[in-house]
């Protein structure tokens, strides 16, 4: 099985929750699981006894990037997002390193593409759709969990789509901002090094350091989109 930084895999169990702890095995957060065979996907199930699979991608990326998952696994998708995004979806067309690729020689283009990550995040957590759907793999993964039901939820890179779902796991169980916070900037000891490998391809690709910046803001966990989402969240 491949390395857990490079799923950005874990466990959020463990984490104090008033007088208790966040049970574990029960609640594994995840990127995608494409990036494994199907022997190592299998391994990996064994391995924490993963029973149901929660896929946040929209149907597009699912489709393209599938989940190879063993018999006896059950797989739903609840995607947050109905459209592609750039820099979080990434369906052939939205991903970030393609879209640097094709316009490396129009800079102001590329800027103009990036979106407004903040308003992505009060999206998800306040708008209609978005909203509905959060709070379905929210009382999923709670359901899954009082039957004893280990589930693994995960988006592309098990970020920003997988993070909003942690934090309203978390804060359905009273789990405090500051420790919210914390968990979701733990997704930086596993991306830091991919980031800086993508940064360096921008660099190379485009000669431009304001493009390389921008990559680097799309690519790492950022505490102010976070705080964003608890925010309207608690609205």
């Not at 995840?30 to 029973?51: F, H, M, P």
């Not at 978390?170 to 993508?198: A, C």
Request: with cysteine; glycine share 8%; aromatic share 8%.
């Amino acid at each position: 099985m491949r390395k857990r930084r490079e799923l950005n895999l874990r466990d959020l169990g463990g984490i104090r929750a008033g007088n208790d702890l966040l049970p574990k095995g029960l609640f594994l957060r995840s990127g995608k699981l494409s990036i494994l065979t199907r022997d190592e996907c299998s391994a990996l199930c064994r391995a924490y006894d993963v029973k149901c699979v929660i896929d946040l991608r929209t149907p597009t990326e699912a489709a393209e990037f599938p989940d190879v998952l063993p018999e006896g696994v059950d797989y739903l998708q609840i995607p947050l997002l109905k459209d592609a995004a750039v820099g979080i979806t990434h369906e052939t067309g939205s991903d970030a390193m393609t879209i640097i690729r094709n316009l490396r020689k129009d800079p102001e283009r590329l800027k103009g593409m990036v979106p407004d990550f903040e308003t992505l995040y009060k999206d998800i957590v306040s708008g209609e759709y978005g909203r509905k759907q959060l709070d379905k793999a929210v009382s999923t993964l709670r359901e899954n969990a009082a039957k004893g039901v280990c589930t693994l939820y995960h988006c592309t890179t098990g970020k920003d789509r997988t993070g909003i779902v942690s934090m309203a796991l978390m804060k359905s169980y009273g789990i405090g901002d500051k420790e919210i916070v914390k968990e979701f900037m733990r997704t930086n000891r596993n991306v830091f090094w991919p980031t800086m490998k993508k940064c360096l391809g921008v660099a190379l690709l485009t000669q431009n350091w304001e493009l390389v910046k921008t990559a680097y803001r799309c690519f790492m966990a950022d505490r102010r989109l976070i705080e964003v989402a608890i925010k309207y969240y608690d609205k």
